[in-house]
């Protein structure tokens, strides 16, 4: 089945640890986006990527980074830069053929990361 | 800022009854315009889109689209407990961004 699996669904950090979150699509979606959603919040982009090797910094991308060497790949890693990590983190993807697409977000499951 | 706005909730409708919720959205430029659902302790799932102004409907779901107004809603008739959960109302903007409103959450009562 086509979808977006995200991995894994749940992970400790400890204090000073870098951690990377795994997000896999097989839509052959262009577009990909990360999200952070923290208790009875809404969502807030961290870093999203319209192709391949091609990024750009969402609202709260201070101490996160990410890679897009795959189309179908766009991992996440939370450094120890970011302070407060726990939170209830998103995947995302959305086909696009221009700006006047009407092609919604598809989501993976999540990963819920904790500080150790 | 591009902003999407709704109110939080809660949300209480008794079983059966229609359920009305809304968002307001600041960039007059957006097409495109979308509904999740969202579980408690789940992701977003995508339940209706709208792109143009009027009604669409889809079963009990119908969604309202008010360009001129920046308003859009969603209404679920015949509600059930199940329907419960928190509603994200989510605008397209540029560059394939999506804006989401921080949620309203609904508590359908048997």
């Known amino acids: 089945d086509g979808g977006i699996t995200q991995s894994p669904k749940y992970l400790f950090r400890k204090e000073g640890q870098n951690v990377t979150l795994s997000c896999e699509q097989n839509?052959?979606?262009?577009?990909m986006y990360w999200y952070r959603q923290d208790p009875g919040q809404g969502l807030r982009l961290i870093y999203y990527s319209q192709i391949v090797n091609d990024f750009q910094k969402g609202d709260i991308a201070e101490g996160y980074s990410v890679s897009r060497e795959k189309k179908e790949s766009f991992p996440l890693t939370v450094t120890s830069a970011q302070k407060n990590p726990t939170a209830f983190y998103l995947c995302a993807s959305s086909p696009w053929t221009g700006d006047n697409s009407n092609q919604p977000q598809h989501f993976g499951d999540g990963t819920r990361l904790s500080i150790l | 800022q591009k902003e999407v706005e709704q109110n939080s909730g809660p949300l209480s409708v008794p079983e059966g009854a229609i359920a009305s919720l809304n968002c307001t959205y600041s960039d007059r430029v957006s097409q495109s315009f979308f509904w999740y659902r969202q579980y408690s302790g789940k992701s977003p799932e995508l339940i209706m889109s709208?792109?143009?102004?009027g009604d669409k409907e889809d079963g009990r779901f119908t969604a309202q689209l008010n360009k001129a107004s920046q308003y859009v809603s969603l209404l679920i008739r015949d509600s059930q407990p199940s329907d419960s959960a928190t509603y994200l109302c989510?605008?397209?903007?540029?560059?394939?961004?999506?804006?989401f409103g921080s949620g309203t959450k609904l508590n359908v009562k048997p």
């Open positions: 989510a605008v397209k903007g540029d560059f394939n961004k999506f804006y």
């Open positions: 839509l052959n979606h262009d577009a």
């Open positions: 709208i792109y143009s102004n």
